[in-house]
């Protein structure tokens, strides 16, 4: 699976924007698909996961905020954000796994190559 991520930009506090993952290949739909971020001199961190039958699971700092949904017909899967902290300024990447949604980023097999996304106070 390669995974290609897409959307980020410059955005002001309290704004909006959709970051997309699209994936290749044919068994799109048996992959838990995740966003994680990474902030310059912080770790990387889980913030949204959609498991292959479609449940969610979001991080606490995003709850309310963002929603992450998949569209297997077009092998993508989306991250709406909305009311934007500066908090949030990172580098999105979208990952992908067959085995169980999980928060730890090294149960991943598949990355895309990050977003950048900034919000400006």
């Known amino acids: 699976v390669q995974l290609q991520a897409s959307g980020g930009g410059l955005v002001q506090a309290g704004g909006s924007l959709r970051l997309a993952c699209a994936a290749s290949g044919r068994t799109f739909n048996s992959y838990a698909m995740s966003w994680f971020r990474q902030a310059p001199g912080k770790e990387r961190e889980f913030v949204v996961g959609?498991?292959?039958?479609?449940?969610?699971y979001y991080a606490d700092s995003v709850k309310g905020r963002f929603t992450i949904s998949r569209d297997n017909a077009k092998n993508t899967v989306y991250l709406q954000m909305n009311s934007l902290k500066p908090e949030d300024t990172a580098v999105y990447y979208c990952?992908?796994?067959?085995?169980?949604?999980?928060?730890?980023?090294?149960?991943?097999?598949?990355w895309g190559q990050g977003t950048l996304v900034t919000v400006s106070s």
């Open positions: 990952a992908a796994t067959l085995r169980p949604l999980t928060l730890d980023y090294r149960g991943y097999d598949y």
């Open positions: 959609i498991r292959s039958g479609g449940s969610t």
